[in-house]
């Protein structure tokens, strides 16, 4: 078959390669057709690794195959799996720790309106607001993060040493989109995430969080989008808001 392949391309100039084909008995397909490169074990190893690294340790089996699959490689999730056991590779979803909100203010009184419908039919319809507990010199400071439920895209976001309305406000300020396309607002008063890092400042802690806010919408799969960013996710849906 390579021969035969040889010898078309090089007659290919002159004649038309369905004529080739014809002629020497070779089907347009299989002359067209190139194998997918190979990869040793320790370059595919090598590629499970930086995704997830590159995915800030958040990737599982299914983001990593995703990811390898954007650059053309095709391996299972359980060869993926067996490659994270290996090297201790422990997605930080699995290191989630909560803590409980220990307000006992008119929660129950207040309707829920999102009603664990988790997802929007467009931009700015509807936010919701996650707020994480970080140790900042030893002490307890707070990051408020505001979503918006079409595309998980984190729009607006604060930082501060105190846990108040304020917090709340800065990063609605922060939205750089019209707040009156805002339908609900989602305030999740069931539980608080803890974050593991540690920040010797409170503008180190604002520096990364633009950071990691930047990775998020840029670059972050969600298996609800598709395995797209959210960022990727807008601009394809052609909805992105003015």
Not at 19 to 30: F, N
Not at 180 to 203: I, P, Q
Request: overall charge positive; charged content about 30%.
């Amino acid at each position: 078959m390579g021969t035969k392949k040889k010898l078309i391309a090089k007659l290919s100039s002159k004649y038309p390669i369905k004529a080739l084909c014809k002629a020497i008995g070779v089907s347009r397909s299989s002359f067209y057709y190139k194998p997918k490169p190979k990869h040793s074990s320790k370059d595919l190893e090598e590629k499970v690794k930086s995704s997830f690294e590159s995915s800030r340790k958040t990737y599982g089996t299914r983001r990593i195959k995703s990811d390898l699959e954007d650059q053309g490689i095709t391996v299972s999730r359980r060869k993926i799996g067996q490659i994270m056991q290996k090297y201790k590779l422990i997605s930080k979803y699995t290191l989630t720790a909560f803590k409980p909100s220990k307000s006992t203010s008119n929660k129950d009184d207040l309707p829920n309106i999102v009603n664990q419908e988790f997802s929007a039919d467009r931009p700015m319809q509807k936010l919701t607001t996650h707020l994480t507990y970080i140790r900042v010199s030893g002490k307890w400071c707070y990051a408020c993060l505001i979503l918006d439920l079409y595309n998980r895209e984190i729009v607006g976001w604060s930082v501060s040493s105190n846990k108040n309305a304020d917090l709340v406000l800065e990063a609605m300020k922060s939205i750089p989109y019209d707040l009156d396309k805002v339908e609900v607002f989602h305030t999740d008063r069931g539980a608080e995430f803890v974050n593991a890092y540690k920040f010797k400042s409170l503008e180190q802690l604002a520096l990364l969080t633009h950071d990691y806010i930047h990775w998020w919408n840029h670059k972050r799969k969600h298996s609800t989008l598709n395995n797209l960013s959210p960022l990727t996710f807008k601009a394809r849906s052609k909805l992105a808001p003015a």
